[in-house]
């Protein structure tokens, strides 16, 4: 199943992770693209797939109406793609693909989506890898507690390396500002600090499709502004009162490498658990 990794952020940030599991659901089940279903169709099989009650379901499809779907004359006309990025304010982002185990639980599809948000941003041109990030940062993009992440990284199966910094004792005067603010050990002669965790997500990257057409609608309408944290960019759309299109500068790099540009001459230490 294909799922779109931005704009799933930004719906299970406001809360409406369950009409973007029926409506990814939904888009699978209608193969031939005509773009609806039959609303009996569609409450058998959301039912058997989810294993949702009557009652939940049709508080769902009713909160979905008119964002995520149409429901009119016993059919239920699916939104696209383009119309959930304009109405979320975002790219959709590069697609994934999600197993179908993913549709399960609630918590469950969670933790794939952010597993395929993983797998995107640590994707460059030419190949696909970890992104090293901050918790931080993380907790900040989502919305959610460290706790939820390590569940979700848990669940996704994404896997964690603990990067560990280093300089060696003792300290001149002019890199001891290096360690200020962070916590720190002492190993034989030299000072270690934890340096931001790289994630690797299992998951692969689908075929473009119709995010490509979104992305390019939505650059054409909207202006692109790079902000180095998501409070950035909040804060800046709280003073002009509208959303700018981001995508986060998380890490420098070295000759293309992914280490990180130290201010002063540490040697740095990856992979280290």
Same mark, same amino acid.
Request: aromatic share 10%; proline share 4%.
């Given at each position: 199943?294909?799922?779109?990794?931005?704009?799933?952020?930004?719906?299970?940030?406001?809360? =409406?992770? #369950?009409?973007?599991?029926?409506?990814?659901? /939904? *888009?699978?089940?209608? &193969?031939? +693209?005509? %773009?609806?279903?039959?609303?009996?169709?569609?409450?058998?099989?959301? =039912?058997? #797939?989810?294993?949702?009650?009557?009652?939940? /379901? *049709?508080?769902?499809? &009713?909160? +979905?109406? %008119?964002?995520?779907?149409?429901?009119?004359?016993?059919?239920?006309?699916?939104?696209?793609?383009?119309?959930?990025?304009?109405?979320?304010?975002?790219?959709?982002?590069?697609?994934?693909?999600?197993?179908?185990?993913?549709?399960?639980?609630?918590?469950?599809?969670?933790?794939?989506?952010?597993?395929?948000?993983?797998?995107?941003?640590?994707?460059?041109?030419?190949?696909?890898?970890?992104?090293?990030?901050?918790?931080?940062?993380?907790?900040?993009?989502?919305?959610?507690?460290?706790?939820?992440?390590?569940?979700?990284?848990?669940?996704?199966?994404?896997?964690?390396?603990?990067?560990?910094?280093?300089?060696?004792?003792?300290?001149?005067?002019?890199?001891?500002?290096?360690?200020?603010?962070?916590?720190?050990?002492?190993?034989?002669?030299?000072?270690?600090?934890?340096?931001?965790?790289?994630?690797?997500?299992?998951?692969?990257?689908?075929?473009?499709?119709?995010?490509?057409?979104?992305?390019?609608?939505?650059?054409?309408?909207?202006?692109?502004?790079?902000?180095?944290?998501?409070?950035?960019?909040?804060?800046?759309?709280?003073?002009?009162?509208?959303?700018?299109?981001?995508?986060?500068?998380?890490?420098?790099?070295?000759?293309?490498?992914?280490?990180?540009?130290?201010?002063?001459?540490?040697?740095?230490?990856?992979?280290?658990?």
């Amino acid at each position: 199943m294909k799922a779109y990794p931005e704009l799933g952020r930004l719906i299970i940030r406001s809360g =409406r992770a #369950r009409e973007y599991r029926i409506w990814l659901l /939904l *888009r699978q089940i209608d &193969a031939t +693209g005509r %773009g609806w279903l039959y609303l009996d169709d569609v409450s058998l099989i959301v =039912r058997d #797939r989810l294993a949702l009650s009557n009652d939940t /379901l *049709r508080r769902v499809l &009713a909160a +979905g109406d %008119g964002t995520f779907w149409t429901i009119q004359d016993g059919r239920i006309w699916l939104a696209g793609l383009l119309k959930l990025s304009e109405i979320f304010e975002c790219r959709p982002g590069r697609p994934f693909l999600m197993p179908n185990e993913a549709m399960g639980k609630l918590q469950t599809f969670k933790a794939f989506i952010y597993a395929g948000w993983i797998c995107v941003q640590g994707t460059t041109k030419s190949k696909q890898g970890g992104i090293t990030i901050s918790r931080a940062r993380c907790t900040d993009s989502w919305n959610v507690s460290r706790v939820t992440l390590s569940t979700w990284e848990r669940i996704s199966g994404i896997s964690k390396r603990r990067n560990i910094a280093q300089l060696d004792l003792p300290l001149s005067p002019d890199l001891t500002p290096a360690l200020d603010g962070r916590r720190f050990w002492i190993e034989g002669s030299t000072v270690c600090w934890q340096m931001p965790n790289t994630y690797a997500s299992p998951l692969e990257l689908a075929p473009r499709g119709m995010s490509r057409k979104a992305r390019a609608v939505i650059d054409a309408d909207g202006q692109r502004v790079y902000y180095s944290t998501p409070r950035d960019r909040e804060r800046d759309e709280r003073k002009i009162g509208r959303f700018h299109y981001q995508t986060y500068g998380f890490l420098r790099t070295i000759h293309g490498e992914g280490h990180w540009q130290a201010s002063a001459p540490a040697s740095l230490f990856f992979g280290i658990r």
